[in-house]
């Protein structure tokens, strides 16, 4: 595998060196890239959400990994964090694909033009649509989000390649009915493949696990 020198840019939180779950029907490894600018309440992995904060993995690892386990696994997911942030992710995953495996995209389509360069090279993608237009600053902290989520889920539906978005149902921000609108209006869109998502309280932050028990109570 050549490693670019973009490649090497790539800002690597964590590997999950095998995964049955983060591309269905496959067994990958997992990258984690660092940062994300939306601040989701259920955020599993709210210490990787810096935008400034350097990697902590090599790239040199994943490519370790991927020539030690090259019979094991499927493919590779990218995620994060929000992994189209960063410019080195083409170049990795042309990598990837040269080394003979498959690539998936795990995003929440905050970056329309880096997303329209790496779907073409990706042979799944999961990507969140958070909720409703007009709650994605209720839901993520950051309203002008909405815009370009469903911008990416034009490009995503335009470009053929296997599609599952995916909406974690956050009962501190969206009520049955606002799921069931967000639903329809997928359906609408074109979509086939949408997957509810239950919040889970663990890894996420002691404030919302807080708010998330007082529901319960
Ligand atoms: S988009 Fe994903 S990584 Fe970013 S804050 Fe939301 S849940 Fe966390």
């Known amino acids: 595998m050549d490693?670019?020198?973009r490649t090497d840019d790539l800002r690597i939180a964590g590997i999950a060196r095998l995964s049955t779950c983060d591309w269905p029907g496959m067994l990958v490894a997992t990258v984690f890239l660092q940062g994300c600018p939306l601040q989701c309440g259920y955020c599993h992995n709210p210490g990787i959400l810096d935008t400034r904060a350097p990697g902590t993995v090599a790239c040199q690892e994943?490519?370790?990994l991927l020539e030690r386990r090259g019979g094991l696994l499927d493919g590779v997911v990218f995620s994060g964090g929000e992994p189209t942030r960063q410019s080195g992710l083409?170049?990795?995953?042309r990598a990837v694909r040269a080394l003979g495996f498959g690539v998936g995209l795990h995003t929440a389509g905050l970056y329309p033009r880096r997303f329209a360069e790496?779907?073409?090279l990706c042979d799944w993608i999961g990507l969140d649509i958070k909720a409703p237009e007009r709650l994605y600053g209720r839901v993520t902290g950051v309203s002008s989000a909405a815009a370009k989520s469903f911008a990416c889920l034009r490009i995503a539906l335009d470009s053929g390649?296997?599609?599952q978005v995916r909406t974690t149902v956050d009962p501190t921000t969206m009520s049955q009915s606002d799921v069931a609108e967000l639903t329809e209006s997928l359906r609408a869109?074109?979509?086939r493949d949408h997957v509810l998502q239950q919040v889970r309280a663990e890894g996420t932050r002691a404030d919302y696990r807080e708010r998330l028990a007082a529901l319960a109570r």
């Not at 083409?90 to 995953?93: H, I, K, V």
């Open 3 to 5: 490693v670019t020198s």
């Open 189 to 191: 869109f074109g979509v």
């Open 161 to 163: 390649v296997d599609l």
């Open 90 to 93: 083409g170049d990795a995953m």
């Open 118 to 120: 790496v779907a073409p």
């Open 62 to 64: 994943v490519v370790d």
